[in-house]
């Protein structure tokens, strides 16, 4: 669930299902997990996940933004870029598409 709602969460947002409930759910198992496999010593990385597991998925949606813009070649996926841009207002589209000589703006309140 981390690495779908961070690399492919464009896809998620788009069936409609809430990011905050996905969030919840994704650092819930997380934290069951953990529960369920508690040892006496050592790193314990599913509790890491479960309670920053939406500081991870801003990471890996980082990091696909960023494959993305790199692997943007024509015309068609920079227009893509933007309109990614456009859904999810990422500080690093916008870097990779000025980086381009593209200047993302919003469109007047009202337009689309």
Known sequence: MLYATGF????????GAARGYIVTVG????GQAASMLRVAEGPDVLTELARKFERFVEVLADLSDGFLAKGASDGRSVVK????????GSTRLAEELGAMGIVPTRPPSGMN
């Open 81 to 88: 870029l933007y309109e990614r841009w456009l859904r999810t």
């Open 27 to 30: 650092s819930t198992a997380y």
């Open 8 to 15: 492919f969460g464009g896809h998620v947002d788009l069936s």
